[in-house]
C-alpha cells in the first residue's frame, strides 16, 4: 500500500506561482513513477508530468512545459510541483499518483490515469484572471 497526501493548492492570481507537495509513505520504494493529474469541473482527469523512481527523468504535458517543473526530496519521500506563471486554465484539483504496476510501459508513456495504482484526495488550485 502507498499512502499520498498532497497539499499546497490555494487561489492565486494569473502569471502568479505555487508549489504543491506530494507526501508518500507506505511501499513508496515499489513505484516506478510519481506522477501529477489534474481535473478540472466536467472535464476529465488530464495528464501534468511525471517523475520517475528512482532517478530525476521527468516528462510533461505540452501545456505545462516550461512552466511546471517536478522534483523529489528523497529524504523527506515528498514530490513538488513547482507552477510558474499561471492561467486560469491550470485551475482544477490536482493529484498525486504512484505508479508501481506498469514495469514495462517506457516511462514517457506513462500519462494516463490507468497507468497509476494509488493517488491521493487532491488539492485544489485556483487562479483567476
Known amino acids: 500500500q502507498v499512502q499520498l497526501v498532497e497539499s499546497g493548492g490555494g487561489l492565486v492570481q494569473a502569471g502568479g506561482s505555487l508549489r504543491l507537495s506530494c507526501a508518500a509513505s507506505?511501499?513508496?520504494?515499489?513505484?516506478?513513477?510519481m506522477g501529477w493529474f489534474r481535473q478540472a469541473p466536467g472535464k476529465e482527469r488530464e495528464f501534468v508530468g511525471l517523475?520517475?523512481?528512482?532517478?530525476?527523468?521527468?516528462y510533461y504535458a505540452d501545456s505545462v512545459k516550461g512552466r511546471f517543473t517536478i522534483s523529489t526530496d528523497n529524504a523527506k519521500n515528498t514530490v513538488y510541483l513547482q507552477m510558474n506563471s499561471l492561467k486560469p486554465e491550470d485551475t482544477g484539483v490536482y493529484y498525486c499518483?504512484?505508479?508501481?504496476?506498469?514495469?514495462?510501459?517506457?516511462?514517457?508513456?506513462?500519462?494516463?490515469?490507468?497507468?497509476?495504482?494509488?493517488w491521493g484526495q487532491g488539492t485544489q488550485v485556483t487562479v483567476s484572471s
Open positions: 507506505g511501499r513508496t520504494f515499489s513505484s516506478r513513477a
Open positions: 499518483e504512484a505508479s508501481i504496476n506498469q514495469k514495462f510501459r517506457p516511462l514517457v508513456n506513462l500519462r494516463t490515469k490507468d497507468d497509476y495504482d494509488y
Open positions: 517523475i520517475s523512481r528512482p532517478g530525476s527523468a521527468t
